[in-house]
């Protein structure tokens, strides 16, 4: 008898979060988007992939890991968690202690589902106005058959601020 590792099945493919993190920076082009940092958590919030474009600035990784894993860490993409708890701050304070500060209360964090609606993980994207962040996660998310929560972005994306 041999001794071989036995494989760990993974939530989300390496495949699939490259070609979400792919689709994200080529929509970012067709839309005259400001440059991204793309990051794809699986499940259990376990970096699958980081993609960072020329001209973004140091912060955009650990905003775009603070969008994808405050999502996952509250079932709900970071839209939500903006919108659930914008008066609430010590409630965002006690979040963002707990989960060490990656916890990032604005668009641009999205569940990445399965066919049956369970989450596999989650995108996070920052380098534009959040909006503008969200609409390219949802859309890269989509474009490579998972589905994403929220399902649509936001109509406002094409109107916020640069």
Not at 23 to 51: E, H, M
Request: hydrophobic share 50%; aromatic share 4%.
């Amino acid at each position: 008898m041999v001794d071989r590792l036995v494989p760990i099945a993974s939530s989300l493919s390496l495949e699939h979060a490259l070609a979400i993190s792919n689709k994200a920076l080529a929509l970012r082009k067709v839309n005259d988007i400001l440059p991204l940092a793309v990051v794809v958590l699986d499940a259990g919030a376990n970096l699958v992939s980081f993609q960072r474009e020329d001209g973004c600035g140091p912060l955009r990784f650990d905003i775009a890991l603070g969008k994808a894993w405050g999502a996952l860490g509250m079932g709900i993409s970071s839209r939500q968690i903006r919108d659930r708890t914008a008066n609430r701050a010590a409630f965002q304070n006690a979040v963002a202690a707990a989960s060490q500060g990656r916890f990032v209360p604005v668009p641009g964090g999205v569940l990445i589902l399965n066919d049956t609606g369970e989450a596999i993980g989650a995108v996070g994207i920052s380098g534009d106005a959040s909006d503008r962040d969200e609409y390219c996660a949802i859309e890269a998310v989509k474009a490579v058959g998972l589905r994403a929560e929220p399902a649509e972005p936001a109509e406002e994306w094409m109107k916020a601020p640069l």
